[in-house]
């Protein structure tokens, strides 16, 4: 079992001595994670089980009075926590342990009994930061701005606004039928845009007039603009006049935005094959993240920036707290959650928590980096590049597309492999931001066994590369390349750089053997050293490599034989 944002595990020895009582420093380790949880989006805490174990120990038995002495003790070590003791569960191995749920706190901030507040980021619960408290304060808030009644009736706003929305609701494939039943007003309130006769903020930014949406704290305004090679400004838009809903308007930025439809052509056999600078379900989901977690409660314009080589788009407030750059592909935080709700009924975004999936795959087929995510307390910035990375690498996964049918967390995968050629597990694990390279398997396991993939080496050192047998299937024009050599035929290599140009460092040997990496050079010398077919003189700083003397003495005795 692998903790994340939302889940932890502790092993009994944590909470309880030898004599079965409660440890003191452990049960305030859970006080700790419960406030951080509480804080973000609650969890679940499972005791009973250790960080990485699948199972507790075997015939492990839980007393019912210890949960309940835990759950008593923890109540007493924090505020403003919700938490429900969940059954007691029994093993296939027999062995028992029990959880315990928090809940997020909607309105006030969690705090343990001595005042201090925690954050949960990834597996970690970890002190919050003056910064962090500052935005946990603006994030409560923010969560209630839907919800935050006008003083403005159902009979104020335009009739044909009711009407084209109860309509968009109505012909959505993702709404339930009972739901598209309901009456106009009541397909409104279920969407929580009107409540108890008024206007909620978010039935103004749906329904309202461009006066009623002006007075709103603060709505939505984009700016659109275009900077030449020099980043210097030619082109300007702006939406700034209230008079469009968020689907209006994010319909609009798409029609007026004409440069980010710009594309790249490379030859493909007998044809050309184009590729847009920016996928039009990329710019959809970057747009819609954009409006959907924008914090309404900081002024602020969503700024959309195309350069020459790169597209940011910029909102008003910071990532969700416990969201980071490093986790955002699997993690999710709902800053506006009825806000999302509609967006997603309205077929405008992805379900929750797999639009950056999306932007991953599409990413990985079009052979370019992913984005970049930027984030402080005022605002978070998504830069994307247009570069193509690897022509070939889109070759490649067009052909695997075609004879395929893979998943998109497979996609995902070979996009990172094809354009590196070939990668560590390590760095594929980091890659897809997974936090044990155990979850790797779930991943890369279903495209080995269909050959796709080929691994080298065990454990930490295995490699993954796409499988030369399938590239010369694919009879695609692709160019060798040394990254993927095999490592005694570039052993070989190094010996024939070497008996030729003797005294070389590392990095000289690489620069002649070409685009090989550095890693590779570096562990296939040191291996080469360590069986005595190199040595090196000079410190660890400027070392230099040069055949080992037996070694030279045999090519020697060869050479003249020949």
Known sequence: ?????????????????GHGKLKTEGIRELAVSRVSFANVQGGTIFIGIEDGEKSPPNQQKIDTKLMNETITRLRSLCFNVGLILNEKITDENGGEYFSFTIQSTLKSLATTADGKIYIRVGDQSLPARSEDIVRLASEKDAFQWELQLRNIGLTEIPKSNI?????????SDRVKEQVKALSDQEIIEHYNLLYQGKLTNLGILWLGSSAQRSKLAYPITVQYIVYDELEKKVRKENWHDYTKNPKELLLDIEKQAIELTYFDEFPQGLFRNKIRHYDERLIRELLINAIAHKSYTISG?????????RLEITNPGGLPLGITSSNILHTTHRRNPHL????????????????YNLIYEITSRDAKAFPVPLSDYNSTSVTQHSKILDEEAILILDFISKHYQLTQKEFIVLGII???????????????????EDRLRSYVNRLCE???LITRGIK??????????????????????????????????????????PNLTVNEIQ????????ADVRKAVYQMVKTGILEHTGGKTYRKYQLAKKNRNEIEIRNKTI
């Open 1 to 17: 079992m692998i903790e994340n944002n939302s889940v932890e595990y502790k092993g009994l020895s944590k909470i309880i001595d």
């Open 163 to 171: 009407e084209w929305f109860t309509k968009e609701i109505r012909n």
């Open 301 to 309: 314009d969503i700024f959309i920036k195309v350069f020459n080589d």
């Open 340 to 355: 999302i709700r509609i967006l997603h009924d309205l077929k405008l975004m992805e379900g929750e928590g797999t639009g």
């Open 418 to 436: 094809s354009r590196s050629k070939k990668i560590l597990a390590t760095q594929l694990t980091k890659e897809l931001q997974l936090t044990d």
């Open 450 to 452: 269909m050959s796709i």
């Open 460 to 501: 930490k050192g295995t490699e993954y590369l796409i499988n030369p047998k399938l590239i010369a299937n694919a009879k695609i024009n692709i160019k060798p390349s040394l990254k993927t050599i095999e490592q005694p035929r570039l052993k070989a290599l190094i010996e024939e750089v070497l008996r030729f140009t």
């Open 511 to 518: 620069l002649k053997l070409g685009d090989i990496t550095i």
